[in-house]
């Protein structure tokens, strides 16, 4: 409790290299990876205009998604400070990370709930929706709620991830418009998906995705991070 409170009144200090000043400097700014060349549907990096992660398809029920980040480096160790241990700076810098322009035609903003039972503190899903809807105008409404405990999806592979979410949300009640969906990261997309699905049976009439963060498969094809 002490703690937090000290994060949250101490002058900040760049959480990379801890140069005084609020918030990342450049130097740190610097060092995050871009995905360059987004998939407009998946927001995987294309390879030559294909997607090798979606062929183009995109995600079931998503009419595109907005990532700007890799899940690597600096940023993996911001979201980490700001999931796992709940730290509100981190939350804070990681929020002014979302790229949130350009975002036209967005009736609602919806954060994927935050799990029952999780650690006290700033939810950083809810956050980062709470920053996409000053920047779009329009409201944010927790229209989803969890229905039950799930594993945590780090833990397992993309089928396994599937199973895991479905049945794991509800909508609190009925849904119209064009709906902006927000999560912290994005990996197999069966988070999404199945949200953007529950949502579209509550009435929404489109929904897209904006997610700080994606994982990427490395040369292995081992994928990283909690979702
Ligand atoms: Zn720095
Ligand atoms: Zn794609």
Same mark, same amino acid.
């Given at each position: 409790?002490? $703690?937090?409170? =000290?994060?949250?009144?101490?002058p900040a200090r760049c959480p990379g290299c801890e140069a005084p000043g609020p918030g990342l400097?450049? +130097? ?8 360059? +060349?987004p998939c407009p549907r998946c927001a995987g990096p294309l390879a030559g205009g294909l997607c090798? $992660?979606? /062929?183009?398809?995109?995600?079931? !029920?998503?009419? $595109? ?9 600096? %940023?993996? /160790?911001? =979201? ?23 975002? +036209? ?6 954060? =994927? &709930?935050? @799990? ?7 939810? %950083?899903?809810?956050?980062? *929706? ?7 105008? @329009? &409201?944010?409404?927790? *229209?989803?709620?969890?229905?039950? !405990? ?20 509800? *909508?609190?009640?009925?849904?119209? $418009?064009?709906? %902006? %969906? ?23 009439d489109e929904v897209r995705g904006l997610v700080l963060a994606r994982t990427l498969a490395d *040369?292995?094809?081992?994928? +990283?991070?909690?979702?």
């Amino acid at each position: 409790m002490l $703690g937090a409170l =000290v994060d949250l009144l101490l002058p900040a200090r760049c959480p990379g290299c801890e140069a005084p000043g609020p918030g990342l400097c450049a +130097d740190c700014r610097d060092q995050l990876v871009a995905i360059d +060349d987004p998939c407009p549907r998946c927001a995987g990096p294309l390879a030559g205009g294909l997607c090798p $992660g979606c /062929h183009g398809a995109g995600l079931p !029920h998503v009419a $595109g998604v907005r990532c700007a980040w890799a899940y690597a480096g600096l %940023l993996a /160790h911001l =979201v980490g400070e700001a999931k796992a241990i709940g730290r509100p700076w981190a939350v804070r810098v990681c929020a002014g990370l979302l790229p949130v322009h350009d975002l +036209d035609d967005i009736d609602v903003v919806v954060p =994927v &709930p935050a @799990s029952p039972g999780r650690r006290p503190g700033p939810h %950083l899903g809810t956050a980062l *929706a709470r920053r996409a809807a000053r920047a779009v105008g @329009s &409201p944010m409404r927790r *229209a989803l709620a969890h229905t039950r !405990h799930a594993e945590p999806q780090h833990r397992l592979g993309a089928a396994q991830r599937r199973d895991n979410v479905r049945g794991l949300f509800r *909508a609190t009640g009925a849904v119209t $418009g064009r709906v %902006l %969906l927000v999560d912290d990261l994005l990996t197999s997309g069966a988070t999404l998906a199945e949200c953007a699905g529950i949502l579209r049976r509550a009435g929404a009439d489109e929904v897209r995705g904006l997610v700080l963060a994606r994982t990427l498969a490395d *040369a292995s094809g081992r994928r +990283d991070g909690p979702r």
